[in-house]
């Protein structure tokens, strides 16, 4: 992992790397000898739909302190014509990671929300939200399931009742180890 582009805090570290045209992530269990993959954003040039991609699509990083030492990472991009943003920050204090993600809309999404590989071996509990050994998702405004075998999807909960709107989800990495 890369140091200069990571949040490590606790049991957890999220790396940012760019791929292409744009940044992806990775979230590591590091809470043991050898760190261990948990999830891993999935990023492509060539989306079903290019407008609607199956993560933001993130293109410019900025890295902030905060006065509490906590490290932050503030992430926007763009598709179609929608504006994208997603901050992750590590809170020193309860050991957890916390994603916020927006997307700022024109026009009805035929998908949006993160969506991520399972590291190897990772198995997801729907019904407890856990990713087994490693971890429980907490969300914010958003729902969680398998996708597909090896898929995670997070989406917004909202509904969009007028346009342009902003829609919000978040989810939060908690320690169950």
Known sequence: MNQASTITVGTFAVEF??????????????????PRLLLESIETDRPVDPAWPPSPPLQELHWETRASGD?????VGMAGKSHWSLSCRGDRASGTIVLD???RVKQAPQWLGSSYRLGP??????ERQVLQGACRLELGGARLWSAEPGVLAIAPDSTLDTLPATVEWSYMLLNTV
């Open 101 to 103: 993600a927006a997307c």
């Open 17 to 34: 790397e760019r791929s292409g045209d744009r940044f992806g992530h990775r979230v590591w269990f590091v809470g043991s000898d050898e």
């Open 71 to 75: 490290k932050v990472a503030l992430l």
């Open 121 to 126: 071996g990772v198995e997801f509990d729907p």
